[in-house]
T-cell receptor, first 112, second 112 residues
């Protein structure tokens, strides 16, 4: 089945730790995105990538880092510099500029 | 930058009644507008999009949306609501950099 897969579904992080969220797609999409979702705030863009080995900061990139070494993969690292990382994280991909985005099932990150 | 607004946090309708979830947009140039639905602890699912052409767009699960250029609106509609339509609905617009800008979301509750 074609799709976009995020793992893990739930993740717990201790204060001061870096954690990496996985996002893999087999849709052959060029563009990939990371969003953060907090209650009542909709989706906010963290990073996006339109091509392998290239990515751009979104609105809330501070405390996050990404890589795009393969077309299929766009992992997100939540660093210790992110002061309030507890949120629901969504990864998405798009085929072209005018097409709809496909979303993964999300990763819920909680700081303990 | 392009943006969308969803003026209602919550919409309540009775099963079988028509529903409307409102969205207004602010863009420079031609708008590329989308509606997505999110069920609890899941990713977003695409419902429909407006790129060009007919102002009435038909989408998945019996939903449709009306593009109104003079009112800068793209309201989501369904003639007869189902309890299973209860979810969080997001309006989105494609930004100039090919990222997506989302509204804050509207929670739809359909009561039996």
């Amino acid at each position: 089945d074609g799709g976009i897969t995020q793992s893990p579904k739930y993740l717990f992080r201790k204060e001061g730790q870096n954690v990496t969220l996985s996002c893999e797609q087999n849709l052959n999409h060029d563009a990939m995105y990371w969003y953060r979702q907090d209650p009542g705030q909709g989706l906010r863009l963290i990073y996006y990538s339109q091509i392998v080995n290239d990515f751009q900061k979104g609105d809330i990139a501070e405390g996050y880092s990404v890589s795009r070494e393969k077309k299929e993969s766009f992992p997100l690292t939540v660093t210790s510099a992110q002061k309030n990382p507890t949120a629901f994280y969504l990864c998405a991909s798009k085929r072209t500029m005018n097409t709809e985005a496909f979303f993964g099932q999300g990763t819920r990150l909680t700081v303990v | 930058a392009q943006s969308v607004a969803q003026p209602e946090d919550q919409v309540n309708v009775a099963e079988g009644n028509p529903l409307t979830v409102k969205c207004t947009y602010s863009v420079s140039g031609n708008p590329y507008l989308f509606w997505y639905v999110q069920y609890p602890n899941r990713g977003l699912q695409f419902l429909l999009k407006y790129i060009t052409g007919d102002n009435l767009v038909k989408g998945s699960y019996g939903f449709e949306a009306e593009f109104n250029k003079s009112q800068t609106s793209f309201h989501l509609k369904k003639p007869s609501a189902l309890v299973s339509d209860s979810a969080l609905y997001f309006c989105a617009v494609r930004d100039n950099n090919n990222d997506m800008r989302f509204g804050a979301g509207t929670r739809l509750t359909v009561k039996p």
